[in-house]
């Protein structure tokens, strides 16, 4: 609300005070005379081109990578400029050509002063804006994933979850199972991770996806033939970036609304990585039906980190289709 007021302040500033005393300084009463048009629609241009700044937002647009979007607005803009140089002299006009030539010359350098100056005009306002805007989402990570680390954990290593597995391990030990070390290994990395990347915002996503892998074989101990469970990982590069512990919470609901020890269910989980473009997406059987409270906490915070770390970059939906839950996530990196 404080960032619009001022905003508001500094359109009404540039609009009615910096351009009208910049237009004074033009032999403004001789133009109104022999040339009104031309000042008239000088006038107009100039507000219609500091509108169209202020509403595309040129350092957003780059902070996104829409490079094309900008180009063409600037070359739209540069060439609309240059014909806007040939606007027509009123017949009227008298003077030898050596005059006209001059008056010529004259037009032309005040349309590209007036083009430069609210051009330079803008964009300082708009990267000053953009350049509080970053310092206030920082902050306003920071402050949300304070909040949130209590709630991750919680939510990751949650009651529920603990006690299964430990129950697991506890059946696997008695019954002298070739498979309790290995059982144990992937329990011990899968807090340890848990632990050590909670205080890290991006990890490398090899490392993400190694996490998932390792919950996902842990959870397939505690299953039987009923429920099918595929994962399938593909990267260009395994150093990329990624928010960590990111895809846990679709990964969570998967196992723990898609799970039965009587009937035929699928869970699937695909991540890949190519171009800086990442997808990923569960598919999961509807065997329980989604507890909406608890389910949308863990969304809405996901969804909350994306926001603040990728804004306008990128695609969450997720939801029920007949008798199966998708989730598909996409980030531009």
Known sequence: MKNNHIA???????????????IMLLPVDRWIVHNTAFLLTLIAYIYIIYFIYRWVCLPKLFMQKKYIHIAGLLITLTATTWLFTYFPVPSDHTGSPRQMEARMNMRTQTIWFF???????????ELTFELFRQILAKQEIAAEKNKAELAL???????????????????LVLSGSDKTESAFVKFSNILRYMYAQTHSENIPIGQEIEYIRQYTDLQKLRLNH??????????????TPVPSMIFITFVENAFKYGTSADTDCNIQINICLKNSLLSFDTV???????DSEHEGIGIANCRKRLELLYPGRYELENGPIGNVYIAKLKIQL
């Open 153 to 171: 954990y919680k939510a990751q290593i949650n009651p529920h979850f603990m006690f299964n597995t430990l129950n697991m391990l506890y059946a």
């Open 284 to 290: 999961n059987t509807i065997i329980r039906h989604v």
């Open 8 to 22: 508001l302040y500094i359109d009404l500033l540039f609009c009615l005070i910096i351009m009208p005393l910049t």
């Open 115 to 125: 083009f430069l100056m609210v051009t330079g005009f803008s964009l300082a306002i």
């Open 226 to 239: 009923h429920t099918r469970v595929t994962l399938t990982a593909q990267t260009d590069n395994e150093t």
